[in-house]
């Protein structure tokens, strides 16, 4: 905890802070790729003590708010079948699908458990033979090692009741789709840093250099954050676009070769879809056909799934960071996370989420007063 | 805190002893429950009260005004570190009483015991109970037992309902909170939450986080000999602390505003708060309260809860101000604001 707080130390803050303040001379608008990087900001009230004319947009990283709403749909379809055990990551459980959630799909019946790693499923599906156990693998680069490690392990001991509903989503292809956007404004990118240590970053550069747009590599607490910021705005400042480290006491250039190793073994890449934004091509995985057994969505009949999304929602333009939840008519009235219309109220990594648990649905000047005596 | 206990050589077990489980009939009202009544219930709550085995018990109150609370706990596992579901039923009663400023007298405890529980669980439970109540001085004397079939329950459930008195002069309640108190918590927290969540979850840390369930009453005590300026009171149980501020702001339309640098929180519980993507401000306690003072008597208070050996780690943490009625918010620690609403249903650990 010692090494965490030195990265939320007041005082380094204020110094960055003068020190970004100092360097910057016009706006600049930057996108910190990951759900993590917005949860961040937004709890810290990074954003509030920035130069004005830094803007941060909030980008599509966080993994539950871009799974597909078909995908949420066949996860409650399975998870309510007889016999299934369906086991997930506990924010899974409140993302509303077309007509109800998995909280929903428990309290009618179905057997659905938090787990923490899909090696606890795997743990589950030893335990019960007779049932059918399905872990829902979504996420980023950040959690497929894991996923894959569960697959492989499952197909070593031939264990032929477990299997996972996959919806992988892969960050650089959808930099590239942001980039690519009419609508966009990004002049920077804070890469997530997780997903980079998974990674490296030896993917970024041919992104730098076709869009001529810097990339550094961010971690995830307020000075880590703050570090990216500075690092981006004097690479804007003098001209640069290149690929930088601000986590370098995570990140490596080449990654984790050993879990890259695993993913290879057990994913091809495929097209995906992300909710609220569509079809990135190739910006997914899903089991190759060595594994493929393992696969929920082969392995049961999930027909006639219609999907619905709300009229009103916008969380596809704010996954694009072509909006600030603030801007959407439904943000904080009939879109809140006791009812949220979309997926980006549901995740606390969700930008509309983030939004609203710290309170920006009042205006930041005005929360900006409320300062304490102690 | 006694841990486990022999049960062959505590009470009189024999016919209990037939029963290694506990069956339907222990709740039925014939033998089995007057067995389990004479050889568990009586030897660990005894008192005159309850050994009149009336229908109710009849008590000699003395005259003023009577705090009445009730609270049914539910907690799976039924014992973590540092506690189990016996104290947390002696000392949650007890400490709603003592938010309202009340000296509680007495309990009553009510069981709906689980088919297939073993007796010797049941048996520590109760021993719990008992060694819980008399370190806060009160006495259990009506109770209830009901069983259900296998399935139906999770073990063990417990509700107690208390009464207590409140002595002249204290004003206290969740609506008198006013502009310009003086916000202060009595220890770390989110100790008890994180503790039952690391035995529930499988995780393991370098020191085994312990809860802190404790009754409060004598804390009051404290509180209230060097001052009578105390505006209101919670234990900030479910929901954490957010939740109790956040109902003493909307009771009182008084906004309540935090220095997140000043929140005292164990090493080891954000630890774990991290790892789950929690915030402690949101995870229960049950051995802390929450003291909102007129500003003048702060200093006094916070000493007076030092000293005490629940208060030792006691805190001002914020004031409350007229703005932003019913809304608390928190400066963090590197300067920005945050609001800090009410929990929406549990806090869901997040994915990475």
Redesign the interface.
């Known amino acids: 905890m010692k090494y965490l707080n030195e990265f939320r130390d007041g005082e380094t803050a204020q110094k960055l802070f003068r020190e970004i303040d100092r360097i910057t001379t016009r706006p600049w608008a930057m996108m910190e790729v990951c759900g993590g990087q917005t949860h961040s900001i937004i709890r810290n009230g990074v954003d509030q003590l920035l130069p004005k004319g830094i803007e941060l947009i909030h980008g599509p990283g966080c993994p539950v708010c871009v799974t597909p709403l078909e995908m949420i749909d066949k996860a409650l379809a399975i998870a309510a079948k007889p016999g299934v055990i369906f086991c997930s990551f506990g924010d899974m459980l409140r993302v509303p699908g077309s007509h109800k959630d998995l909280f929903r799909v428990r309290s009618e019946g179905g057997d659905v458990r938090i787990v923490y790693s899909p090696l606890d499923a795997l743990k589950i599906a030893r335990e019960n033979p007779d049932r059918q156990v399905v872990f829902f693998g979504i996420g980023f680069e950040t959690t497929a090692p894991a996923n894959a490690m569960a697959v492989s392990l499952a197909a070593k001991e031939k264990l032929e009741n477990f299997s996972v509903l996959i919806s992988h989503v892969l960050v650089p292809p959808a930099m590239e789709a942001i980039m690519t956007s009419p609508l966009n404004r990004v002049k920077a990118f804070l890469a997530a840093g997780h997903v980079c240590s998974v990674m490296g970053y030896w993917e970024y550069p041919p992104l730098a250099e076709r869009f001529r747009v810097p990339i550094v590599i961010t971690g995830f607490e307020p000075l880590d954050v703050l570090e990216g910021i500075r690092r981006a705005v004097i690479q804007l400042e003098t001209g640069k676009h290149e690929v930088e480290n601000a986590y370098g006491r995570v990140v490596s250039f080449e990654g984790n070769k050993v879990a890259q190793q695993m993913l290879k073994q057990v994913f091809e890449v495929t097209d995906r879809g992300w909710r609220g934004i569509g079809v990135i091509p190739k910006s997914g995985w899903q089991l190759n056909e060595e594994y493929r057994y393992y696969d929920a969505e082969y392995r049961f009949e999930v027909t006639g799934i219609e999907t619905k999304e709300s009229p009103l929602c916008r969380s596809g333009e704010v996954l694009q960071g072509a909006i600030k939840p603030t801007e959407c008519s439904a943000f904080g009235t009939v879109c809140t996370p006791r009812s949220p219309l979309g997926a980006t109220m549901v995740s606390s990594e969700g930008a509309c989420a983030a939004y609203y648990n710290y309170g920006r649905f009042v205006k930041v000047e005005e929360i900006a007063t409320a300062c304490p005596v102690t | 805190m006694s841990s486990d206990i022999d049960f062959s050589s505590w009470t009189c077990p024999l016919p209990l002893r037939d029963y290694p489980n506990i069956v339907l009939g222990h709740g039925g009202g014939g033998k089995l429950s007057a067995e389990l009544v004479e050889n568990l219930f009586l030897p660990a709550f005894r008192n005159p009260a309850i050994e009149c085995l009336g229908d109710s018990a009849i008590l000699r109150i003395p005259a003023g005004r009577l705090a009445f609370s009730t609270d049914s706990f539910v907690v799976r596992p039924l014992f973590f570190p540092g506690g189990s579901i016996g104290e947390l039923a002696i000392n949650g009663t007890v400490n709603d009483l003592a938010m309202s400023g009340a000296r509680p007298l007495y309990l009553s405890a009510g069981f709906i015991v689980e088919e297939g529980l073993p007796m010797a669980m049941l048996a520590k439970i109760v021993e719990r109970m008992r060694v819980a109540a008399e370190k806060a001085g009160i006495q259990v004397v009506t109770g209830d037992t009901k069983v259900v079939e296998k399935g139906h329950g999770d073990g063990c459930f417990i509700n107690t309902a208390g009464i207590g008195m409140i002595p002249d002069g204290r004003e206290v309640g969740p609506a008198r909170a006013k502009p310009g108190d003086a916000i202060i918590i009595s220890g770390t927290i989110g100790d008890h939450g994180m503790a039952v969540m690391s035995v529930r979850?499988g995780m393991e840390f370098d020191t085994v986080i312990q809860s802190d369930s404790a009754a409060l009453h004598g804390l009051v005590e404290a509180i209230f000999a060097v001052s009578n300026e105390v505006h209101a009171l919670r234990d900030p149980t479910r929901g954490g602390l957010a939740s109790s501020l956040n109902e003493i702001a909307a009771q009182s339309h008084v906004?309540m505003?935090?220095?997140e640098?000043?929140l005292p929180v164990k090493?080891?519980v954000?630890?774990a708060c991290?790892l789950?993507?929690l915030d402690p401000i949101y995870v229960a306690n049950e051995g802390k309260l929450v003291a909102i003072v007129s500003s003048s008597a702060a200093d006094a208070v916070l000493e007076a809860m030092r000293r005490h050996s629940l208060g030792g780690d006691a805190a001002?943490?914020?004031?409350v101000?007229a703005?932003?009625a019913g809304?608390l918010?928190?400066?963090?620690?590197?300067?920005?604001?945050?609001?800090?609403?009410m929990q929406?249903?549990e806090q869901?650990?997040?994915?990475?």
């Open positions: 979850e906004g505003a935090l220095n640098d000043v090493p080891d954000q630890s991290e789950l993507g001002i943490i914020g004031k101000v703005e932003r809304m918010t928190a400066r963090t620690k590197i300067g920005g604001t945050r609001v800090i609403p929406i249903g869901l650990p997040r994915i990475c």
